[in-house]
Each structure stands twice: as structure tokens, then as C-alpha cells.
């Protein structure tokens, strides 16, 4: 049986900043500031973090840095993200610009809105394993698209070192065994994925192997001499296209050649004195944390206490997962309505919270012009910044635990599970336990509703933070907690992401809330009408800001050296 709320964890999405891998992997922490203090890394691993740092003294930038940064943790962390799964990219580039690159997975041609149901019913292990659950994979489009238009270092020199890691081999940590060890029924179903990821008895590696993976490194050099073509029209589609014939996949070679990235206008908003940059639909994640944020400013958490402030917080939550559910979706396909994150709409949103009780939420809610004032057509986080200006938020995935399970045969590439974000049907929950409509549903190249949530916070004209998470579902409400507790509340950085956590989507309507938070909040919200279920330490934020003197901070996911105990 599915347990949604583990399954939160089950998806550690990637949030890191990072380059270059040496023999010097374990020098700095998961997060890092450089020696010149010109540039900010963090990352969920330290050979990611010491790559990052590398990049920068060699000259790159922080387009650079994250680049290579995600294609490190594609070895380090592949059971989060890699070059099978996709990503958002958000970039505040020195210039002022801000861009939002979309580089989603696509559903292949073949897809069709019924292709997972079977006598009349959903099979939902059909969007979670095997051939039918990936969609096409996007990052080393993006990757290539990023390098060519504002790094300093050419594309091949960040995907080398990156391969050189997967040939030499690296230590497993205690996180990923633990992933290795929940999947390896399902991992010995794949030869390719069982050749890697198990030992000659089919059983999972233990903490501390060393985990080589020189198909990998073959791919990872291809691509470097080929560029993006090798991946998209070469050797790797055509691997990928046979595998897909043999296993009753959908994909096709054309599949692969006709993938496109889509470049889309960012979600601006205010909080505050803050001007907001998130990313637009296909990510749910710019809109909503937008939309709670604007809903929050309605109340002075300063002076509220620790227990109605999340009070507040998972009512604003409710509110726009029940907004998501009805109205999220690729905007290339569906009606997304801009008017979700309206002033006028998030005030008359917070007009129906209850400052002391919870309140059932029906259904969604009608924003203004919802017919007429549509976005435009067209899980690891990454966080990267530098002196010259130039800010860049990634959030990339395969989705679940080793996305789709499968690694293809001869690639080492772990392939993603994506279409399991898609609506198998209408109301039918996924992996995550969240419901979609038709907005989200299963049409031939469109790309499946995300919480991805780069984020991007400008102040007078400047840069002052940039956060993402990791985590299913719970990244809008991570990310929105860690702007909260920093710009709002005062915390330090470090002190704003380790900060207990309440997560609301609506359905179901629970307040999910970690075992740290004290006895006494957890009564006092109780006692407000919310029925609250008890998770561990979840999630996976990374961020940087800027001090009171303008120096760079750097800090990851505090949570992760208790999971790596």
C-alpha cells in the first residue's frame, strides 16, 4: 500500500549549487562560500559543493557553477535528478534580466489521456516503473542552452569532471543505500538498473561501496564532444528508442529529436519590499508561493505566536493547493489563469481565513479574468550566485526514488518518472497524494504540472536571495517558510530552513508536521481544529542571501546530516 506522506521523502527533488569534481571532494560542507568571496555554493552533497567551488576558481561563473553542479550530483545523487529526468531555471542574469527556462520533461506522441488505464481502472504502478512512465528527459538541453548563452567555461569542460567521478567512483552515503535498499525488488526487474545500482546477488549496496558507473562517464563524454545532438538525435536516443521498442515503451527517436525547451516570462510579485520571481506554469511552484505569501501579508506574524503563525500558514496553503488542483496545468494546453496571484484575489483569499479555528475549504476558488488573463504558451535545487550579479536557481528531478527505475541498458542514465505528475484521470491521486484535473491531463507533448519552485528575491534593484527545495508536494511550502522565517520573522539563514515545518495541500486535509516541533505548538494547533499528522525531518532546502554587509551565505538542508546518521 502507497503511503503518501512517506512518499514526500521518497522523492528528495536536488537543491545545490556546484562544478568541477577533484580527488579533493570532502574539503568544504554542503555548502560553501569561496575563498575570494565572490561566489556561493550550496548543494545536498559535498562532492557537489567541492566541484562548485572549483568552477569558480577556475574562472566560471555562476551559470557555470550550476551547471556542473546538477551534472555532478547526476552522479553523486542520481536517485534524486540526472540527465534522464528535467528541470526549471530560473537566472537573474547581471544585466537585470530575469529568464525562465523550461526544460520539463514532454509526453511522447504516443500519449494519450487513457494510456493508464486498464479494465476501466487506473493502474497506477503504470506511471511509476518501466517504460511508460518517463517522459522525455529535458536538463542537457538546458544545460547546453545555459553554458552557450552566459557561461564563461565551455560546455565540455563541465561535463568532464562530472564523468571522470562516475568512472573513478565515489562512496555511497547512508541516504542513498537507504534508497538503493527500499527499491530492490523493483530494481532487479531491470538489467541495466540491477548491473549499477546491486551486488552479483541482486541485493542493494551498503553504505560506503564504491559506486562506479563508467556508462555513465561514456555518456556524459559523448556528450561533451557531441554536445546536446549526441543525446537528443545520436547514440543515446537511438540506445534509448530500441530499449523503448523491446519493453513496450512509447518513446521514439522522434520523440527525442523533437524535444524543445520553452523560454516563458517568470511570475513577478511583491511581498513586501520584495519584488518575487518564481516560475511560471508548468511549475505550480511561482504561482502558489506567490499566492500564499500575498495572502500572509494580510497578517502581522511578527506578533503573532508561534502557534497561529503556522495556523496561518497551513490556512493560506490550503487555500492554493485547492486553487492548484482545479486550475494548474502546461499553459500550452490549459487556461492558467495569471489572476491566481492578483493583490485583489490573495486579499479576498486571506478574508476567508480564520485567525483562530481552521476552516474546510470546499473547493477552489475564481480568480479575476480567469477566462481572458492566461500565462502564456510557449528534484534538486540548485542555487548559484556571484559578485558580477548573476543569480541562477535550478530545480531538477527523475521524480521518485530512481525516477522510473530503469537505467538503459549501456547509458548508465536513470530515467525519470515523470508522467506520474501528470492526472492518470481526473481526481485520481499520484504519487504525492495530489489530485489534478483535465488542466493536467495526458495529451501528446505536453509537459506534467510541477511544484518546482526556483525562486529569486530582489530588493532595490538587487539580488538578495535566491531558495529552492527539494520534496514532492512540500517544496512551495519549504520555500515559503524559508522566506518567511528570513525576511519576516529576522532568522539567520541557517536558522530559517532548520525551523519546524508545516506542509497543507488541501487534500488530505491534514496539517503535516515534524516530530521536533514542540508538544505545546502541536496542542495549540490541535486545539484549533487542525487534524495533524506527525512526519519526520522532510525535505530539502538550499538558499543563498546576502548579509547586512553584502557578503554571500550559503546554507543546505540541515536535515540531511541527521538522515545521513
Keep these: 500500500m502507497h503511503h503518501p506522506a512517506r512518499s514526500y521523502l521518497a522523492s528528495l527533488f536536488v537543491s545545490l549549487v556546484l562544478v568541477f569534481a577533484t580527488s579533493a571532494w570532502a574539503e568544504v560542507d554542503y555548502a560553501a562560500v569561496s575563498d575570494d568571496k565572490q561566489g556561493a555554493v550550496a548543494t545536498v552533497h559535498p562532492v557537489a559543493t567541492q566541484a562548485g567551488i572549483n568552477a569558480l576558481e577556475q574562472g566560471g561563473n555562476a551559470i557555470d557553477a550550476a551547471i556542473a553542479a546538477a551534472l555532478t550530483l547526476g552522479v553523486v545523487d542520481g536517485h534524486n535528478s540526472g540527465i534522464g529526468g528535467g528541470l526549471f531555471a530560473l537566472v537573474y542574469w547581471a544585466d537585470g534580466r530575469v529568464e525562465a527556462i523550461d526544460a520539463r520533461e514532454m509526453a511522447p506522441a504516443k500519449a494519450h489521456r487513457d494510456m493508464y488505464v486498464r479494465d476501466g481502472k487506473v493502474d497506477k504502478s503504470l506511471s511509476k516503473t518501466g517504460a ?19 557561461g564563461k567555461l565551455e560546455f565540455s569542460q563541465l561535463l568532464l569532471p562530472a564523468a571522470d567521478v562516475a568512472e573513478q567512483g565515489f562512496a555511497i552515503d547512508k541516504i542513498y543505500a537507504k534508497r538503493i535498499a527500499r527499491h530492490v525488488k523493483t530494481l532487479q526487474q531491470y538489467p541495466g538498473s540491477a548491473e549499477v545500482l546491486l551486488n552479483g546477488e541482486g541485493q542493494a549496496w551498503p553504505a560506503g561501496h564504491k559506486l562506479v558507473q563508467k556508462d555513465l562517464a561514456e555518456t556524459y563524454r559523448g556528450i561533451a564532444r557531441d554536445g546536446a545532438a549526441y543525446f537528443y538525435r545520436g547514440e543515446f536516443a537511438k540506445t534509448t528508442a530500441e530499449w523503448m521498442q523491446a519493453n513496450q515503451g512509447l518513446i521514439s527517436r522522434e520523440d527525442f529529436a523533437n524535444y524543445h525547451l520553452a523560454i516563458r516570462e517568470p511570475v513577478r510579485s511583491q511581498y513586501g519590499d520584495y519584488t518575487l520571481y518564481g516560475f511560471p506554469p508548468p511549475s505550480s511552484g511561482g504561482v502558489h508561493v506567490a499566492q500564499i505569501l500575498q495572502m500572509l501579508s494580510h497578517f502581522d506574524l511578527n506578533k503573532a505566536d508561534e502557534a497561529k503563525r503556522y495556523h496561518l500558514l497551513g490556512e493560506a496553503m490550503k487555500l492554493a493547493f485547492a486553487d492548484r488542483a482545479h486550475w494548474l496545468g502546461d499553459p500550452d494546453f490549459a487556461k492558467v489563469p495569471r489572476g491566481l496571484t492578483d493583490a485583489g484575489y490573495t486579499k479576498e483569499l486571506a478574508g476567508m481565513i480564520n485567525t483562530e479555528s481552521a476552516t474546510a475549504v470546499a473547493s477552489h476558488h475564481q480568480p479575476p479574468n480567469a477566462d481572458v488573463d492566461l500565462f502564456g504558451k510557449h528534484t534538486t535545487h540548485i542555487s548559484a550566485a556571484d559578485k558580477a550579479g548573476n543569480w541562477v536557481a535550478i530545480t531538477t528531478t527523475v521524480n521518485t526514488n530512481f525516477g522510473s ?27 504525492y497524494g495530489l489530485v489534478g484535473t483535465e488542466a493536467n491531463s495526458i495529451q501528446p507533448g505536453k509537459r506534467p504540472l510541477s511544484s518546482m519552485s526556483p525562486t529569486i528575491i530582489v530588493k532595490d534593484k538587487r539580488p538578495v536571495m535566491t531558495v529552492g527545495a527539494a520534496g514532492g508536494p512540500t517544496i512551495i511550502t519549504q520555500v515559503v517558510q524559508a522566506i518567511v522565517n528570513h525576511l519576516t520573522l529576522g532568522k539567520p539563514l541557517y536558522d530559517a530552513i532548520d525551523t519546524p515545518r508545516v506542509h497543507q495541500q488541501w487534500k488530505p486535509d491534514r496539517l503535516f508536521v515534524e516530530g521536533k516541533m514542540p508538544a505545546q505548538t502541536k496542542q495549540a494547533l490541535a486545539s484549533k481544529g487542525h487534524q495533524l499528522k506527525t512526519m519526520g525531518p522532510y525535505g530539502s532546502t538550499t538558499a543563498i542571501a546576502v548579509d547586512n554587509n553584502g557578503e554571500f551565505v550559503a546554507v543546505s538542508e540541515p536535515r540531511l546530516r541527521v538522515r545521513n546518521r
Excluded at 527505475?405 to 504519487?431: E, H, L, Y
Design 132 to 150: 511508460l512512465a518517463m517522459g522525455i528527459p529535458g536538463s542537457v538541453a538546458a544545460f547546453e542552452y545555459l553554458s552557450k548563452k552566459g
Design 405 to 431: 527505475k530503469v537505467i538503459i541498458p549501456g547509458t548508465g542514465v536513470i530515467m525519470n518518472n515523470q508522467m506520474d505528475d501528470f492526472s492518470a484521470q481526473p481526481g485520481v491521486p499520484n504519487a
